[in-house]
Nanobody
Framework: QIVESGGGWVQPGGSLRLSCAVSGFSLESYHIVWFRQAPGKEREGVSCIRSRGSKIHFLEAVKDRFTISKDSDKNIVYLEMNDLKPEDTAVYYC??????????????????WGQGTQVVVSS
C-alpha cells in the first residue's frame, strides 16, 4: 500500500513537505518516484529515489527547489518542496518500481500507486 500526505494550500514562495508512506514492501527493494498531474495535463515524473538511495530528477523546472529523500526505517519517502510557484499546483502521486528495473519518467511503467495528495499554490 502507498499513502501520500502533506498536501494543501500554500502561497507562492512557500514550502510543503509531502510524505509517501509504504507498507507491504521495503524501500530497500523498490525505487519510489514522485509524479504530479495538473488539471488538464498528463501525469509527469518529478523525482526518483532508488532503493540504494541515489536520486534522479526528471523535471528540470523543479530540480533546484524540490528534494526527494527517504527514511527506510519508517518506510517513508519525502518530497521537500520550496519556493513553490502557481505552476506547481497539481495532485502529487507516489509510485513504486521493483529495483530490478530502473526509474523511468513514464507513468505507464508503474503499477503501484497511491491515491495522491493535492497541492495548491495560490495567492
Amino acid at each position: 500500500q502507498i499513502v501520500e500526505s502533506g498536501g494543501g494550500w500554500v502561497q507562492p514562495g512557500g514550502s510543503l513537505r509531502l510524505s509517501c508512506a509504504v507498507s507491504g514492501f521495503s524501500l530497500e527493494s523498490y525505487h519510489i518516484v514522485w509524479f504530479r498531474q495538473a488539471p488538464g495535463k498528463e501525469r509527469e515524473g518529478v523525482s526518483c529515489i532508488r532503493s540504494r538511495g541515489s536520486k534522479i530528477h526528471f523535471l528540470e523546472a523543479v530540480k533546484d527547489r524540490f528534494t526527494i529523500s527517504k527514511d527506510s526505517d519508517k518506510n517513508i519517502v519525502y518530497l521537500e518542496m520550496n519556493d513553490l510557484k502557481p505552476e506547481d499546483t497539481a495532485v502529487y502521486y507516489c509510485a513504486a518500481l521493483w529495483e530490478n528495473y530502473d526509474c523511468v519518467e513514464s507513468p505507464d511503467e508503474y503499477n503501484r500507486w497511491g491515491q495522491g495528495t493535492q497541492v495548491v499554490v495560490s495567492s
